[in-house]
């Protein structure tokens, strides 16, 4: 069965515009579907900075997903939504020494360190404490992933990530340093990756790696093979899920595990993207000398992915979704010509006041808002609030 995303009309009239709306049972099934597909050995770390909404984070702990945080902030949220702290792990290039304790403290399960120098660090602080911090090294396994240049993360000419073939040296020292325990290795080569195939090279690039390892004695017991599985922003309501099985597949498949390893991944977007929108309204059609104008109440500072990373958004006219369609630039109200949504753009004809969704905006939509402009932050609505329950599913 399809589940695709309703919204309820009659209560968004009674709502203030922009805000954002989750679709809750869009989440549930997508976290029953995710979880169904990951193989046996692994567990999945939902990465936290796509949409850290309490009320979507409390439905993804409560699937029993640990979580993937880039910042003291994420790791408070995560545990206050309900994940385990040995759930937890902690990615990012630039950890605060104030991050780093608070995280060895809490006891979260996995540093994933992305520097010989963020190493010592942690050896130091895990010192201080009296405790010994749990490490994986963050390899830059040199993949192109084919995605937008600002979200590939995996070339060498990165600030991401230690580089292969310096990698030998990091784990020595992370061998050496008395208060870090090297717990395995961690990848992430970059988002929003539609085809399989850069996930297939990885695999072969660290089955490479693991016997190399293996054979010099290291045992690396947790390997982490992070994020990227991309979703369809063209047609969120033919694929409102994406294909976790056939994704899960290749790992399972082309990735040789020994007794006592642990594969864990690390999805975002695929697991909150298809679950929101963000609800706006037509303020003024304008007829500019070629094109007509569509400006909506949402700016940029909802909902900055177009502006950042040219990225597209279906847009679908709630109003009058019957209506002749005509061609417009669906604008935003913020002071920057890159505060656009979409160009000539097919849409059934809005008139001042129409209702329009940009759909597969849960993820890296709210959580990037900012007040920009002074314009207030968006609000969150829920289908759990919303819609009548014989209307869900
Ligand atoms: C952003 C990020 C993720 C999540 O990526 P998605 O494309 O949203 O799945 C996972 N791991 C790391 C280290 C990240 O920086």
């Not at 660290?206 to 991309?230: C, D, H, K, P, T």
Request: glycine letters at 8%; hydrophobic letters at 40%; charged letters at 20%.
């Amino acid at each position: 069965m399809k589940k695709t995303t309703r919204f309820p009309l009659g209560a968004f009239e009674k709502i203030e515009t922009p805000f954002y709306y989750y679709d809750t049972d869009l989440l549930r099934y997508t976290l029953a579907a995710l979880t169904a597909a990951l193989p046996p050995q692994a567990k999945a770390h939902y990465a936290v900075k796509a949409n850290i909404n309490p009320r979507m984070m409390k439905i993804i702990a409560a699937s029993g997903m640990g979580a993937d945080c880039v910042s003291g902030g994420e790791i408070a949220a995560a545990i206050e939504a309900g994940f385990l702290p040995q759930d937890i792990v902690f990615s990012g290039v630039g950890k605060s020494d104030k991050e780093i304790l608070a995280a060895l403290r809490c006891g979260i399960g996995c540093f994933n360190v992305e520097s010989v120098e963020e190493l010592d660090v942690i050896d130091q602080l895990a010192a201080t404490c009296g405790v010994t911090a749990p490490v994986a090294l963050r390899l830059n396994p040199h993949i192109d992933a084919h995605t937008h240049k600002y979200i590939t993360t995996g070339l060498s000419e990165n600030k991401f990530g230690i580089d292969i073939t310096v990698a030998d040296k990091a784990i020595e020292r992370a061998l050496a340093l008395p208060n870090v325990r090297l717990r395995g290795a961690h990848f992430h080569i970059g988002s929003q990756i539609l085809t399989l195939e850069p996930f297939r090279l990885l695999c072969r690039r660290i089955g490479e790696w693991l016997r190399q390892w293996r054979a010099r004695g290291i045992f690396m017991e947790y390997i982490n093979v992070g994020g990227g599985l991309g979703i369809d922003y063209d047609a969120p309501d033919e694929h409102p899920v994406p294909d976790f099985a056939a994704y899960f597949d290749v790992f399972a498949n082309e990735l040789a595990l020994d007794e006592g390893q642990t594969l864990h991944f690390e999805p975002g977007r695929s697991v909150v993207a298809q679950c929101g929108s963000l609800i706006t309204r037509v303020l003024y059609v304008k007829q500019g000398l070629n094109k007509k104008f569509a400006i909506v109440d949402a700016g940029m500072n909802d909902l900055l992915r177009p502006a950042l990373y040219q990225a597209r958004h279906e847009i679908e006219n709630l109003t009058e979704p019957y209506a002749q369609t005509d061609t417009y630039d669906v604008v935003g109200p913020v002071c920057e010509s890159a505060d656009v949504f979409a160009t000539d753009k097919e849409l059934p004809a809005v008139v001042r006041g129409s209702m329009l969704a940009i759909r597969s905006a849960g993820a890296y939509g709210e959580t990037m808002a900012s007040r920009y402009n002074s314009r207030e932050l968006p609000c969150a609505y829920f289908s759990d609030d919303l819609l009548p329950a014989g209307q869900k599913i």
